[in-house]
């Protein structure tokens, strides 16, 4: 072990809310924070918002509704929807526009499909626009607790080592980076694959190729061979991308030979590891699938399931906040969920709980000197429901 030696760290700022983690659960909880009056530093490693949606081309916007007719995410989840189509409206399917039939909704359900540069750039102008303050190329790295609450957020950028001070943290991650730093109970899975969506051109003609090996989503099958990698172990994620781009050069190998006449070119690779379940928090409560339709009273938000019809989860909010830390709250990929992970961890879900995050954080930061736990959850309902939020019980 080598010990660095003691040394003075530069206050680069204040904020009631930082935000750690630029994917769209960090987008939603940034908008949300803002527009809920609190002043918001949202910390992001790359150069551009949206994750795995826009530098990684995954580029569904997966369903706002339960696949039986009813919509259940609503509020930013469905803002971003439309933000990400914004260009082409006509993306969304008629049933789910305004005047929408109620019998075509129940087999064509709420989706879209977006250009990712384009939403990429949409994003920052939401951002921007709304007052959030956007750090790039600044890397989460520790946190400095004084009893159970996060006082100072370390990062590190061109400027060096800089320490943010704090009153409410959302880490939006992906990797519960914050969580883990913070001292909070954590699960990790080492079951991502080689995996990477890219566009290239077919005699100038650009195709999107949705390249994973190892993995069967709907059948939950686990990798049976060696690449399998952990997100939160720096050796597998710099193995995951240099295996993937591996097998993306191979690929445009194949499909050279499978049109000998077209000339194919790559165009744009994904730009980070394309993982799909990491690390993440082990909450007060972890959501399962057994979960389908239970009620939780602390319930800030819904969700179905991208992969099937019929399910609806009820988030409630305690499978979003830490344990051991009282201003600290999760977004997205890493909040506590156990068999429902798979459920939670996609682009509609990662809203709604951004949102929800973003707004307890807000609350707390202004009402109770930044203790999540001491907001009103009855406050905090009634807050999203005014954003549009769904929070109605359905049957």
């Given at each position: 072990?080598?010990?660095e030696s003691e040394r003075r760290i530069p206050e680069a700022g204040e904020y009631d809310v930082v935000v750690v983690g630029g994917g769209i659960a960090g987008v939603a909880a940034a908008l949300a924070g803002a527009r809920n009056g609190a002043k918001v530093c949202l910390l992001e490693k790359m150069f551009g918002l949206g994750g795995l949606a826009t530098l990684g081309n995954v580029i569904i916007y997966l369903p706002l509704c339960d696949g039986m007719g009813r919509q259940v995410i609503g509020g930013i989840g469905e803002e971003l929807l439309k933000l990400s189509v914004r260009e082409t409206p006509d993306a969304i399917p008629c049933c789910w526009r305004e005047g929408g039939g109620k019998e075509e909704r129940k087999s064509l359900r709420y989706q879209v499909a977006f250009n990712p540069a384009s939403y990429m750039l949409a994003l920052e102008e939401a951002v921007v626009g709304?007052?959030?303050d956007v750090w790039y190329d600044t890397r989460f790295c520790e946190v400095v607790k004084s009893g159970e609450k996060i006082e100072w957020v370390l990062v590190e950028n061109k400027s060096g080592r800089l320490a943010i001070k704090c009153k409410a943290v959302?880490?939006?991650s992906g990797d519960a980076d914050v969580c883990a730093r913070a001292g909070e109970e954590m699960i990790s899975l080492r079951t991502n694959v080689r995996s990477g969506w890219f566009y290239y051109s077919k005699g100038g003609k650009v195709e999107l190729n949705c390249l994973s090996k190892g993995f069967d989503p709907l059948g939950g099958k686990m990798p049976e061979d060696d690449f399998a990698y952990a997100g939160d172990?720096?050796?597998?994620?710099?193995?995951?991308?240099l295996e993937t781009r591996k097998l993306i050069?191979?690929?445009?190998?194949?499909l050279q030979k499978k049109y000998p006449d077209f000339r194919i070119e790559p165009i744009l690779p994904p730009t980070i590891p394309c993982l799909r379940m990491t690390r993440r928090l082990k909450g007060r409560i972890e959501l399962n699938e057994t979960d389908d339709h239970r009620w939780f009273d602390d319930c800030v938000g819904m969700t179905?399931?991208?992969r099937k019809n019929g399910p609806i989860y009820y988030l409630p909010l305690r499978v979003l906040t830490a344990v051991k830390t009282t201003n600290l709250i999760t977004a997205g990929r890493c909040i506590s969920a156990n068999t429902a992970w798979d459920v939670t961890r996609v682009?509609?879900?990662c809203a709604v709980t951004g949102e929800a995050a973003g707004v307890a954080a807000?609350?707390?930061a202004v009402k109770t000197e930044g203790d999540i736990s001491k907001v009103e959850i009855a406050d905090l309902q009634m807050q999203l429901k005014r954003q549009n939020v769904l929070l109605e019980r359905q049957d």
């Open positions: 072990m080598l010990i709304a007052g959030v959302v880490d939006a172990r720096g050796k597998d994620v710099s193995e995951q991308v050069r191979e690929e445009l190998k194949i179905g399931d991208w682009i509609p879900t807000a609350m707390a």
